[in-house]
């Protein structure tokens, strides 16, 4: 058995389990790694719970539903937004069109299928394709393409809290800085206050993303 499913079987013996009609326990009670509760289910009305208080559902086919709330908090204010030179050559050259909620299924469908080192299968199950499909269809998760001539060739997509806030879920590319292409993009066309990554990636640090304490990035959530 890997070591990372026996460290996983600990955390399960110390974390609070929820059924579908149970509230989440309070964030402060997460574990040092992030993790807070496993179980409930992954309706609408559970996933924007999740994430207005800071909580999101993260966990492979073979695992329960495990639900986060990591501290501190990775995130880009998109004042601090960092385009290197070499990208803003790439943006100007408009090799690239980029769209928004063009098509949502195509792009959460890519992010699933993509293989990332250290994983050997996805956390964007068939459960989690069609509950984000389902929170689009309400307006709440929301794509964003990238195309070359035609074709779909990058994407991502994140849930909109409708308080100035983009929680990022995922992100997928077939092109080298076209993922980029697009994050880059749709930051500068739009007014949030501040972009969720959730966790720390060398991608996202370099576009600018930093870590803050999960209590500051709680009141973000709050519009306080």
């Given at each position: 058995m890997p070591i990372i499913t026996l460290r996983f079987i600990v955390l399960y013996l110390s974390m609070k389990y929820i059924t579908n009609n149970m509230s989440f326990p309070e964030v402060s009670e997460a574990?040092?790694?992030?993790?807070?509760?496993?179980?409930?289910?992954l309706s609408a009305h559970r996933l924007l719970e999740a994430y207005r208080l800071g909580i999101f559902p993260w966990f492979s086919e073979e695992e329960p539903i495990l639900w986060w709330s990591p501290d501190p908090r990775f995130v880009l204010f998109p004042e601090k937004l960092k385009v290197s030179k070499s990208m803003k050559q790439?943006?100007?050259k408009a090799d690239y069109e980029v769209t928004l909620n063009k098509d949502f299924?195509?792009?959460?469908?890519?992010?699933?299928?993509?293989k990332r080192a250290g994983q050997e299968g996805t956390w964007i199950t068939k459960n989690m394709l069609e509950a984000y499909i389902q929170l689009h269809h309400l307006g709440y998760a929301k794509s964003?393409?990238?195309?070359?001539?035609?074709?779909?060739?990058?994407?991502?997509?994140g849930i909109?809290?409708?308080?100035?806030?983009?929680?990022?879920e995922s992100m997928f590319t077939k092109e080298s800085n076209a993922s980029k292409v697009g994050f880059i993009t749709f930051i500068q066309k739009t007014n949030y206050k501040l972009i969720d990554c959730q966790v720390y990636t060398q991608h996202l640090e370099s576009l600018g993303a930093e870590d803050i304490t999960r209590q500051e990035f709680l009141k973000y959530l709050k519009n306080d």
């Open positions: 574990s040092e790694e992030g993790l807070l509760a496993v179980g409930g289910d790439i943006l100007r299924k195509a792009v959460i469908t890519a992010c699933s299928l993509l964003v393409e990238v195309w070359k001539k035609g074709t779909l060739v990058a994407g991502l997509y909109d809290l409708n308080n100035g806030v983009f929680c990022g």
